[in-house]
């Protein structure tokens, strides 16, 4: 059974930091390209970033380029997203993706495996 589980969402203050995590299963992990994605109140959902299997390379939306980090543990097949600097554009609901393949990894559609998301809350 295929599954990933993102944690590590909540309340958090502008300027402060989280890290989200996805643990995956059920799949070979290791060859497959990761993804986070976000969805805001009343939006669609957007691209965050992504990084390939081997972890050699990573892609960024311009609204997160320098302060959000994403990584893999292949080890223990889980990728991670290191967010800095929050601030209230940042809230939404996070959820990982998994697809083959490095084309098109900013769009949604080519991606086969999601979480359920978790909620991230920028707010004073």
């Known amino acids: 059974q295929v599954q990933l589980v993102e944690s590590g969402g909540g309340l958090v203050q502008p300027g402060g930091s989280l890290r989200l995590s996805c643990v995956a299963s059920g799949f070979t992990f290791g060859s497959y390209l990761m993804g986070w994605f976000r969805q805001a109140p009343g939006k669609e959902r957007e691209f965050v970033a992504a990084?390939?299997?081997?972890?050699?390379?990573?892609y960024y939306a311009d609204s997160v380029k320098g302060r959000f980090t994403i990584s893999r543990d292949n080890a223990k097949n889980t990728v991670y997203l290191q967010m800095n600097d929050l601030n209230a554009e940042d809230t939404a609901v996070y959820y990982c993706?998994?697809?083959?393949?490095?084309?098109?990894?900013?769009?949604?559609?080519?991606?086969?495996?999601w979480g359920q998301g978790t909620q991230v809350t920028v707010s004073s």
């Open positions: 993706a998994a697809k083959l393949g490095n084309m098109g990894v900013t769009s949604q559609r080519l991606y086969d495996r």
């Open positions: 990084i390939t299997w081997s972890g050699s390379r990573t």
